[in-house]
């Protein structure tokens, strides 16, 4: 299983087009092959897979019964936005406009490794984030992971 670690600040080119720094290259899966997976985050980020983990997630969305309402329109507002995206020979990504659009993102960006993706985010709305961390970090992580250890 791929696991992503690391907090990196880039900035946007001119074209749209993001340099993965090598402490991300090193972590990328073999089997990737420079094979990656741009989407939609849940929250105003966005979220790259290798390929590999992409398809093990797409397997698993195919499983839901469509026939059920509710499982049509995750899987329609989880999918929107998927583009693939190949890394060129700088190891640069072309980000969809769209996309860039839908996480604020237009020169300053974080990428920060998040288990088995990259969430990418626009500076601003990353450190945001982080200020609004919850009150009682202590009390969430009880409440998260208190009965799997």
Do not use: H
């Not at 073999?30 to 989407?39: F, H, K, Q």
């Not at 088995?116 to 009682?136: A, F, T, V």
């Amino acid at each position: 299983m791929t696991q992503f670690l690391g907090e990196y600040e880039l900035k946007l080119d001119a074209k749209g087009r993001l340099v993965l720094p090598a402490g991300l290259m090193r972590q990328l899966p073999a089997e990737a092959a420079g094979r990656l997976v741009v989407n939609r985050g849940f929250e105003k980020c966005l979220v790259l897979y290798p390929a590999s983990e992409w398809d093990g997630i797409v397997a698993e969305v195919t499983k839901l019964n469509q026939y059920v309402k509710e499982n049509r329109e995750f899987v329609r507002y989880f999918l929107r936005g998927a583009s693939p995206l190949e890394l060129d020979a700088a190891n640069r990504i072309n980000l969809p406009n769209s996309l860039l659009e839908y996480a604020g993102i237009e020169k300053d960006v974080v990428l920060f490794g998040n288990l088995n993706k990259i969430e990418i985010w626009s500076k601003q709305l990353y450190n945001d984030m982080l200020n609004n961390e919850p009150g009682d970090f202590s009390a969430l992580a009880e409440k998260v992971m208190g009965g799997r250890l």
